[in-house]
């Protein structure tokens, strides 16, 4: 009887939910439900002190539309974002092409520039909010050179800048490393005939190299814009969000609103804006890559 | 390449790597340098008289060393829990001819478009009404279950889809259950793959900010991150020596690691199913 009823393709479905069932029920609980919860909770105004949950409908979001120190959270977040992905994948590019040459020293040099990808975030963010007070170890350097550097973190002109060059140098090695695999990739002798052909490099890279790479330049900018809509801890530690609201991005206003001023309601209305934020570039990028992505392995 | 082009390649790499090696360099000399030479001008590059004072305080001024150890055993958890979620997720989804697999995955994948960030809220007011608010519970719960582990589920899951299947096939004909296959045949196999996820894992772990300053509020629950921002003065000023000797500390132990073992780690990264 038993042995009838378990036949192969009942027992491949039964091991098959067994094993994807803590993932699955993982999902569940901490995606899935709070997301839902979210919407939920964005509808209410949410007293935690006096512990009142009440149903305010839309309020909210016309709370969202009204509130003027969101323009300038949305204004802080695209800086943000646009400065790092433009420095983060240029410089990571222009790294991994030149430790794609043959040439000695390339694993120490490797190894330098992903250092930082390693070392614990606040650890790092801390000592580069060290190195760029007034009289830290920046402008102790621009002045045996003899230049007056400024007060990098409490200048509203310099305070983002300041965060997206801590965060390039930070992760920079991670999207390095992953266009020397896809540059490793580029069969050599699409170069050489090329080079028969009387290529300058300039145009081999652009011709060749960047059409060839294109998916990992489509995922590293996915990766990259998602992470950057996600930045905290460096905001937290570097400036909290000011001067003014110069560096106030999204998570940090949501954080503050939720957690600091106990806008529960509030806090999950902006954590359902950041949610469409995410969809809506994801679904933008995705949508992108017939147009621009040269081949799909 | 010829001679100039290679001097000018290497000029480029060295003056690029400055910030990369200065604010290591700096955090390390400038902890063992007394209070007074921190901020010595013009700025010493290596410390005159050393002294590990900065050191000492830091152990004195919070539970550093159970923060310390705090931050290495949900990190370890973390990550041997991502590992068996994420391989046998990863396994069933690649291996295992299922009705409904293809929509379960892309369900599941769906988790990966929302940063936790997202959903803090409400995962903060459940983990209060499980009384589980400054426990060690939620950043142990939600990265293996929740959104992080999807990305390492994907990562299995590609790793899987490349084995060839005769050594499954042959198995099978053996009588092998599919959890024995999953466990002595593929698993083994999926030592490059298992170590990347585990390296992702891991600094994923040790990294969290956000998530620890809102579920943990007594300083001896506090992991690393957060307790490094602790060491403020009575006006909330930082200590700067105190600060930079326990970020040192932080930083080293995975840095040696890094150095020893950067090989395997930056080619584990490299070869993730991200290829282009």
Same mark, same amino acid.
């Given at each position: 009887?038993?042995?009838?009823?378990?036949?192969?393709?009942?027992?491949?479905?039964?091991?098959?939910?067994?094993?994807?069932?803590?993932?699955?029920? *993982?999902?569940?609980?901490?995606?899935?439900?709070?997301?839902?919860?979210?919407?939920?909770?964005?509808?209410?105004?949410?007293?935690? +002190?006096?512990?009142?949950?009440?149903?305010?409908?839309?309020?909210?979001?016309?709370?969202?539309? @009204?509130?003027?120190?969101?323009?300038?959270?949305?204004?802080?977040?695209?800086?943000?974002? %646009?400065?790092?992905?433009?420095?983060?994948?240029?410089?990571?590019?222009?790294?991994?092409?030149?430790?794609?040459?043959?040439?000695?020293?390339?694993?120490?040099?490797?190894?330098?520039?992903?250092?930082?990808?390693?070392?614990?975030?606040?650890?790092?963010?801390?000592?580069?909010?060290?190195?760029?007070?007034?009289?830290?170890?920046?402008?102790?350097?621009? =002045?045996?050179?003899?230049? @007056?550097?400024?007060?990098?973190?409490?200048?509203?002109?310099?305070?983002?800048?300041?965060?997206?060059?801590?965060?390039?140098?930070?992760?920079?090695?991670?999207?390095?490393?992953?266009?020397?695999?896809?540059?490793?990739?580029?069969?050599?002798?699409?170069?050489?005939?090329?080079?028969? @052909? *009387?290529?300058?490099?300039?145009?081999?890279?652009?011709?060749?190299?960047?059409?060839?790479?294109?998916?990992?330049?489509?995922?590293?900018?996915?990766?990259?814009?998602?992470?950057?809509?996600?930045?905290?801890?460096?905001?937290?530690?570097?400036?909290?969000?000011?001067?003014?609201?110069?560096?106030?991005?999204?998570?940090?206003?949501?954080?503050?609103?939720?957690?600091?001023?106990?806008?529960?309601?509030?806090?999950?209305?902006?954590?359902?804006? +950041?949610?469409?934020?995410?969809?809506?570039?994801?679904?933008?990028?995705?949508?992108?890559?017939?147009?621009?992505?040269?081949?799909?392995? | 390449?010829?001679?100039?082009?290679?001097?000018?390649?290497?000029?480029?790499?060295?003056?690029?790597?400055?910030?990369?090696?200065?604010?290591?360099?700096?955090?390390?000399?400038?902890?063992?340098?007394?209070?007074?030479?921190?901020?010595?001008?013009?700025?010493?590059?290596?410390?005159?008289?050393?002294?590990?004072?900065?050191?000492?305080?830091?152990? !004195?001024?919070?539970?550093?060393?159970?923060?310390?150890?705090?931050?290495?055993?949900?990190? %370890?958890?973390?990550?041997?829990?991502?590992? %068996?979620?994420?391989?046998?997720?990863?396994?069933?989804?690649?291996?295992?001819?299922?009705?409904?697999?293809?929509?379960?995955?892309?369900?599941?994948?769906?988790? +990966?478009?929302?940063?936790? =960030?997202?959903?803090?809220?409400?995962?903060?007011?459940?983990?209060?009404?499980?009384?589980?608010?400054?426990?060690?519970?939620?950043?142990?719960?939600?990265?293996?279950?929740?959104?992080?582990?999807?990305?390492?589920?994907?990562?299995?899951?590609?790793?899987?889809?490349?084995?060839?299947? =005769?050594? =499954? !096939?042959?198995?099978?004909?053996?009588?092998?259950?599919?959890? %024995?296959?999953?466990?002595?045949?593929?698993?083994?196999?999926?030592?490059?793959?298992?170590?990347?996820?585990?390296?992702?894992?891991?600094?994923?772990?040790?990294?969290?900010?956000?998530?620890?300053?809102?579920?943990?509020?007594?300083?001896?629950?506090?992991?690393?991150?957060?307790? +490094?921002?602790?060491?403020?003065?009575?006006?909330?000023?930082?200590?700067?020596?105190?600060?930079?000797?326990?970020?040192?500390?932080?930083?080293?132990?995975?840095?040696?690691?890094?150095?020893?073992?950067?090989?395997?780690?930056?080619?584990?990264?490299?070869?993730?199913?991200?290829? *282009?």
């Amino acid at each position: 009887m038993s042995t009838r009823f378990w036949t192969g393709s009942r027992r491949d479905t039964l091991a098959g939910y067994l094993f994807i069932a803590p993932q699955l029920i *993982g999902s569940v609980l901490f995606v899935f439900v709070p997301l839902g919860l979210v919407f939920w909770y964005s509808l209410h105004e949410w007293n935690v +002190l006096a512990d009142t949950f009440t149903f305010v409908g839309g309020e909210n979001y016309q709370a969202l539309a @009204d509130d003027p120190k969101l323009a300038d959270a949305l204004v802080a977040t695209g800086f943000f974002s %646009a400065g790092l992905v433009v420095l983060n994948l240029s410089l990571a590019l222009l790294l991994a092409v030149l430790l794609n040459q043959r040439l000695r020293g390339t694993v120490f040099f490797r190894t330098v520039f992903f250092s930082p990808v390693v070392v614990s975030l606040v650890a790092w963010t801390i000592v580069w909010s060290f190195l760029l007070q007034d009289n830290g170890g920046i402008n102790g350097l621009l =002045e045996t050179v003899g230049i @007056d550097g400024p007060n990098w973190l409490r200048g509203e002109g310099t305070a983002m800048i300041a965060v997206i060059v801590v965060q390039v140098v930070k992760n920079v090695g991670l999207n390095m490393v992953l266009f020397l695999a896809a540059l490793q990739g580029v069969p050599a002798n699409l170069y050489e005939a090329a080079t028969v @052909d *009387g290529a300058s490099r300039r145009r081999q890279f652009l011709s060749i190299t960047v059409p060839m790479i294109s998916p990992t330049i489509l995922l590293t900018s996915i990766i990259t814009v998602v992470g950057s809509l996600q930045v905290f801890a460096q905001i937290a530690v570097l400036t909290q969000g000011g001067p003014g609201t110069s560096t106030t991005v999204l998570v940090y206003y949501l954080y503050q609103q939720a957690f600091q001023f106990h806008h529960f309601g509030y806090g999950a209305t902006l954590s359902v804006l +950041l949610f469409a934020i995410v969809l809506l570039l994801t679904l933008v990028q995705w949508r992108m890559r017939r147009k621009w992505v040269f081949h799909e392995s | 390449m010829s001679r100039r082009a290679k001097t000018a390649v290497y000029g480029v790499l060295c003056l690029l790597a400055l910030p990369f090696l200065f604010p290591t360099w700096w955090m390390v000399t400038s902890s063992l340098k007394p209070v007074g030479d921190i901020f010595a001008f013009p700025p010493t590059l290596w410390p005159t008289d050393v002294s590990f004072d900065a050191y000492a305080r830091a152990f !004195e001024l919070q539970p550093f060393a159970r923060q310390y150890l705090n931050s290495m055993y949900i990190a %370890a958890l973390v990550t041997v829990g991502t590992l %068996a979620v994420s391989s046998l997720a990863g396994y069933a989804f690649a291996r295992i001819r299922f009705k409904g697999a293809n929509a379960w995955f892309v369900v599941i994948l769906v988790g +990966l478009l929302i940063p936790s =960030e997202v959903t803090i809220v409400p995962l903060f007011k459940m983990f209060d009404a499980w009384g589980m608010v400054d426990t060690h519970w939620p950043l142990i719960l939600v990265p293996i279950l929740g959104a992080p582990s999807v990305l390492a589920t994907f990562i299995m899951r590609q790793f899987f889809l490349a084995l060839p299947g =005769e050594l =499954e !096939e042959a198995a099978k004909v053996d009588g092998l259950g599919r959890f %024995a296959i999953f466990r002595l045949i593929a698993l083994p196999l999926a030592r490059p793959a298992l170590g990347a996820v585990a390296i992702f894992t891991f600094l994923h772990s040790w990294n969290l900010y956000l998530e620890p300053i809102v579920f943990l509020s007594s300083s001896e629950m506090f992991t690393l991150p957060q307790a +490094l921002t602790q060491f403020v003065d009575a006006y909330g000023g930082p200590m700067w020596d105190v600060q930079l000797s326990a970020a040192s500390l932080t930083a080293l132990p995975v840095l040696v690691v890094f150095v020893i073992a950067q090989r395997q780690f930056i080619e584990g990264l490299a070869h993730t199913g991200l290829k *282009g």
